[in-house]
């Protein structure tokens, strides 16, 4: 089966502080994903990388940003968090050419206060 | 911007009824579409995916996708309590990425 992890379930942060998401997959995936899910909006992708040293900007990249150093870890970093960015945030991976099946980790509630 | 629509809910069905959930696209250049279903408190799960004109059936789940109209809609026939979920639709367009619709909050009553 499929692994993918993330850091932490819960992380409450105070605005200003720089703040590291660990995302870890198992299964050899060269793609990986970083979305943010809000009640309504539904996914959003912030950042996808598909290759080691690889990223490209989702539909919200501002305020964000990742690192691919291994194939297996994708990280997002907050570099100065703020309350607009308290949400979930969900890591995905996937193998190349088969970006609809997507498999999740089980998430990260972030609350910025 | 490329967007994925759906009525957010509740969609309320009866125990054993069939729950239609529709989605809507912007991007006639769509090229594949999915469904996930997401239970409370969890991560997304891949149920269905669909790529040409017409239905396509897995057990009590059906995809309908008409290109033509820009829509897909997922069906689930005999819905169980079990069923209850929110359900996302998601849309590739090109290259590695989806677009994933607000999600409907299907509840099916016992």
């Known amino acids: 089966d499929v692994k993918v992890t993330q850091s932490s379930r819960y992380l409450v942060k105070r605005t200003g502080e720089k703040v590291f998401l660990e995302c870890v997959q198992d299964m050899d995936h060269e793609n990986m994903f970083w979305y943010r899910q809000d009640p309504g909006l539904g996914l959003r992708l912030i950042y996808f990388?598909?290759?080691?040293?690889?990223?490209e900007k989702g539909d919200i990249p501002e305020g964000y940003s990742v690192s691919r150093e291994k194939k297996e870890r994708f990280s997002l970093i907050l570099e100065s968090a703020s309350t607009n960015q308290t949400s979930m945030y969900l890591c995905?991976?996937?193998?190349?050419?088969?970006?609809?099946?997507?498999?999740f980790g089980p998430g990260t509630r972030l609350l910025v206060l | 911007q490329k967007e994925v629509e759906q009525n957010s809910g509740p969609l309320s069905v009866p125990e054993g009824a069939i729950a239609s959930l529709n989605c809507t696209y912007s991007d006639r250049g769509s090229q594949s579409f999915f469904w996930y279903r997401q239970y409370s408190g969890k991560s997304p799960e891949l149920i269905m995916f669909?790529?040409?004109?017409g239905d396509k059936e897995d057990g009590r789940f059906t995809a309908q996708l008409n290109k033509a109209s820009q829509y897909v809609s997922l069906l689930i026939r005999d819905s169980q309590p079990s069923d209850s979920a929110t359900y996302l639709c998601?849309?590739?367009?090109?290259?590695?990425?989806?677009?994933f619709g607000g999600g409907t909050r299907l509840m099916v009553k016992p």
């Open positions: 995905a991976s996937s193998l190349w050419g088969q970006q609809e099946t997507q498999y």
């Open positions: 998601a849309v590739n367009n090109a290259g590695n990425m989806l677009t």
């Open positions: 669909i790529y040409s004109n």
């Open positions: 990388s598909y290759d080691v040293k690889m990223k």
